[in-house]
């Protein structure tokens, strides 16, 4: 059975570990806040100026002024800080960022990343996006595995303009977990009740699939 976005959510934040300093793009990403253990002690960042973001508000709760660079309404942690656009980029050029999750709309099997751009449609610009991909050490994307029309989402070559080059770590789809390797993509986990047949037949680029690839535990 395919993950939902709240379960590829939940599967990401078993990547974030105590002490790092996360940024969560739009999307699937900004869902992870909700599912980090509480026992660790963790910072989001949002390129807009924010350091420390909570989960999202309940309904009824929201403040306007409070928001991430998706324009959704967010929680602050004791402790937050707010600051300029300058300063936040500072920190992520400055590689003081840890961990960077981000969606997208294709990934190939080197690494390369496409998600911001669908040549013909209306975009209201880059974001921060290329800044994260260029300056993050350890990038993981959240996508589904496939796009509406059942085409793979996972190439040997991205066919969108790109974002970054060789960039990406690790992915976590509706279907599995693959790590990016000098030899292409590579099965580490599935979803509960998907064989490594559905995944190989949804998969574009170069995939290597060991003996034996475990179910994700949610």
Known sequence: MALNKNQIAQRIAQEVKNGYYVNLGIGIPTLVANYVRNDIEVEFQSENGVLGMGP?????????????AGKQTITTLPGASFFDSATSFSMIRGQHVDLT???AMEVADNGDIANWKIPGKMVKGMGGAMDLVASAENIIVAMMHTNKAGHSKLLKQCSLPLTGVGCVKKIVTNLAVIKVTSEGFLLLERAPGVSVEDIQNATEGKLTIPDEVPEMNL
């Not at 508000?57 to 409070?66: L, Q, R, S, T, V």
């Open 56 to 68: 999202f508000p309940f309904e009824g709760d929201e403040d306007a002024d409070i928001i991430n």
């Open 101 to 103: 999750i981000l969606g």
